[in-house]
Each structure stands twice: as C-alpha cells, then as structure tokens.
C-alpha cells in the first residue's frame, strides 16, 4: 500500500437482510461483493451473527471460494464462531460485541475488562493466520488493552460521530471527531493499524479519511443503500472519489 493510499471495505451485510426479507436466494451477497471487487473496492466485510439476521454460514463460504480480495470476517468472541473462523481461516477477522436484540453494532467491544479471556480467544485465530482486529471506541484503555491482548488491527468505531452529525449537533459532532483524531494517533504509536467504519456517509467521511494514521475505512449499509439509486459501481465510485479528495487535501 502507499504511504497515503486508503482502502475501503465494502460490508455486504444488507443484501442478505434484503435477500433474507423474502427469503430465496436473491438478491445474492456474493454477487454484491464480486461486483464492488470489480468496482475497485480494496476488502469485503461480512458479519455473521448468532441469529443469522443476514448473512449465513453458506454465504461465508460462498465468499471464501469466490472471493480474490481478502475477506473481513466479523463476530463475536463466541466458541461457534472461533470454529468456523478456524475452518474458512479468512484473511482478517473484526471481533465485535453482539447482543441479540439490537439492531446494529451499538458500541465498542469491552477489551479492558475481558482482556485475558480475548487474550486465549484470539491466540488460534492468529496461529491459524487470520489477522486479529478489534472493534473499539475511541478510548485510551480498550486501545491500550487491544495491544496488550495482540491485535494486529483495531476498527475505531465512528457513528457517535456519524450520527451527532447527521442530527445537526455539531458540539458532539466535534468533540467526538476530536477523542477519534487522538486516538487513532495513539493507536498508531503503538504499533496497531486503524480502520474505521459504522455509519459513515458521503456527507461525514472526508474529515475521518484525512486522518494520516487510518489506513482503511469499512462502509457497509450506506453504501448498500445508495445502491438501490445509483448502482452499487457508481456509488462505491463516488465514495472512492471522497476518499481520495481527503487525502489530497
């Protein structure tokens, strides 16, 4: 990768919610993420849960066989989920919290206080070859202890400031962008690589891709939604273009 080049992950996630509304087969994830892998995108995210809300273990699967880009696979630190990770041994995997009745990811994952129990979960993932991220929010202590358990990778978690954003409160808006810049700083100084992603928008992305240290940005229900307008090619095209614009300035 280039010194100032930024990659972007597309999460599939919601063609398979849209797919699994109606049940079948269509519309197909793993045509959504041959096409953004035809479009330019750098990695393909796909969550699988514990209540298989939208992605199935078929579909991961279907990706590893299908896939040239490497794979991000996210779950929980669950013993169902260490296996089938060990079984596909994707490129990368995000561990995130997951609580069956939310509706999306609501927060960063609790490394401090279950550093030891991550610690032992990770360590056959990473002798298996995965690369290990962690999902955190912008905070010294879980970035501290994403290091200590042997991260490779921590995901800032971004929709604090997507969403204070997007509501016109700008005070939050700042303060938020502020914890993120410092954090994803320090993150660097210790040797961890930083992504970001949960929410980001055309409208709110340039002032987090600026950030020197953050070296991917994983996009996922924005950009699916954007699809259903303007094309899934014409939509990963333009956030492509946001990307670089704010490396460029």
Not at 99 to 104: D, L, V
């Given at each position: 990768?280039?010194?100032?080049?930024?990659?972007?992950?597309?999460?599939?996630?919601?063609?398979?919610?849209?797919?699994?509304?109606?049940?079948?087969?269509?519309?197909?994830?793993?045509?959504?993420?041959?096409?953004?892998?035809?479009?330019?995108?750098?990695?393909?995210?796909?969550?699988?849960?514990?209540?298989?809300?939208?992605?199935?273990?078929?579909?991961?699967?279907?990706?590893?066989?299908?896939?040239?880009?490497?794979?991000?696979?996210?779950?929980?630190?669950?013993?169902?989920?260490?296996?089938?990770?060990?079984?596909?041994?994707?490129?990368?995997?995000?561990?995130?919290?997951?609580?069956?009745?939310?509706?999306?990811?609501?927060?960063?994952?609790?490394?401090?206080?279950?550093?030891?129990?991550?610690?032992?979960?990770?360590?056959?993932?990473?002798?298996?070859?995965?690369?290990?991220?962690?999902?955190?929010?912008?905070d010294m202590k879980q970035i501290?202890?994403?290091?200590?358990?042997?991260?490779?990778?921590?995901?800032?978690?971004?929709?604090?400031?997507?969403?204070?954003?997007?509501?016109?409160?700008?005070?939050?808006?700042?303060?938020?962008?502020?914890?993120?810049?410092?954090?994803?700083?320090?993150?660097?100084?210790?040797?961890?690589?930083?992504?970001?992603?949960?929410?980001?928008?055309?409208?709110?992305?340039?002032?987090?891709?600026?950030?020197?240290?953050?070296?991917?940005?994983?996009?996922?229900?924005?950009?699916?939604?954007?699809?259903?307008?303007?094309?899934?090619?014409?939509?990963?095209h333009e956030m492509r273009r946001?990307?670089d614009e704010a490396r460029e300035?």
């Amino acid at each position: 990768m280039a010194d100032n080049s930024l990659r972007l992950g597309l999460n599939i996630d919601h063609v398979a919610t849209l797919r699994n509304a109606r049940g079948g087969s269509n519309p197909d994830p793993v045509r959504a993420a041959l096409m953004a892998q035809e479009a330019g995108v750098d990695g393909i995210t796909a969550h699988l849960r514990e209540d298989r809300r939208h992605m199935v273990d078929a579909d991961i699967e279907n990706l590893m066989q299908a896939l040239t880009l490497p794979l991000n696979f996210e779950m929980a630190a669950t013993d169902e989920m260490q296996k089938i990770a060990l079984r596909h041994k994707p490129h990368a995997v995000c561990i995130v919290p997951e609580k069956r009745e939310e509706r999306t990811t609501e927060g960063g994952l609790e490394v401090a206080r279950e550093h030891n129990k991550l610690a032992d979960f990770i360590a056959p993932l990473r002798e298996a070859g995965s690369r290990i991220s962690l999902f955190v929010a912008a905070d010294m202590k879980q970035i501290e202890a994403a290091h200590r358990v042997g991260a490779d990778i921590i995901e800032l978690h971004v929709g604090a400031y997507c969403d204070a954003h997007a509501e016109g409160d700008f005070k939050t808006r700042d303060a938020e962008f502020e914890s993120l810049r410092e954090m994803s700083t320090y993150a660097h100084s210790l040797g961890l690589e930083v992504h970001a992603g949960h929410g980001l928008t055309y409208d709110c992305v340039k002032p987090i891709a600026a950030f020197p240290e953050v070296c991917e940005l994983n996009i996922g229900h924005f950009l699916i939604g954007e699809a259903v307008f303007r094309g899934l090619t014409p939509a990963v095209h333009e956030m492509r273009r946001l990307m670089d614009e704010a490396r460029e300035l």
